[in-house]
T-cell receptor
């Protein structure tokens, strides 16, 4: 696609429910990132995928969070047993090679609200 | 480890006035420096980046930033702002030594331009 696509744009869920957030990166981009943006907290790195390599999961805040990337393209971020502190905007980004001097292309995010 | 400090959470300014958004970073290794902008209800997009060479970097929409190694700063400036510049601005650093883009973001500065 022309840009990074995320769905849904908004998700309201009840505490304790599981949610799945989807990211469709720009075609041909081998690197994919998930970030979390909380009010007044900037962007927090969650996880990084590069091609077929093992992902860097060092930013995942707890074992309730997991992500996968199927076929080197679409990625799904899953949050199990959601808590109110999980409420945030979840941003996905991609770039061509994942090099440190490359810019990231961001999606518009998924606003998650846990009631 | 690396960190980014954006000293102002909010900067109000009148249209056509100059503006400076401050960014300081801390890192034990050499870094690449970035400014991203997030317009209301949109994803982040790159404004400009410093990789090497001239310390004054020009970006889109008339913005520029100056890398100051001795002060570990990368302040963003614009000589005359427009209403349309109202957005949140994020400073970010990426370690040159990393095998991939390990962007660390500041907490953001909200630029509010009024008539």
């Amino acid at each position: 696609g022309a840009g990074v696509s995320q769905s849904p744009s908004n998700k309201v869920t009840e505490k304790g429910k599981d949610v799945e957030l989807r990211c469709d990166p720009i075609s041909g981009h081998t690197a994919l990132y998930w970030y979390r943006q909380s009010l007044g907290q900037g962007l927090e790195f969650l996880i990084y995928f590069q091609g077929n390599s093992a992902p860097d999961k060092s930013g995942l805040p707890s074992d309730r969070f997991s992500a996968e990337r199927t076929g080197g393209s679409v990625s799904t971020l899953t949050i199990q047993r959601t808590q109110q502190e999980d409420s945030a905007v979840y941003l996905c980004a991609s770039n061509l090679l994942g090099q440190p001097n490359e810019k990231l292309f961001f999606g518009s995010g998924t606003q998650l609200s846990v009631l | 480890a690396q960190s980014v400090t954006q000293l102002d959470s909010q900067v109000p300014v009148f249209e056509e006035a100059p503006v400076e958004l401050r960014c300081n970073y801390s890192s034990s290794v050499s870094v690449y420096l970035f400014w991203y902008v997030q317009y209301p209800n949109q994803g982040l997009q790159l404004l400009l980046k410093y990789l090497s060479g001239s310390t004054l970097v020009k970006g889109i929409n008339g913005f520029e930033a100056e890398f100051n190694k001795s002060q570990t700063s990368f302040h963003l400036r614009k000589p005359s702002v427009h209403i349309s510049d109202t957005a949140e601005y994020f400073c970010a650093v990426s370690s040159m030594n990393s095998g991939y883009s390990t962007l660390t973001f500041g907490k953001g500065t909200m630029l509010l331009v009024s008539p």
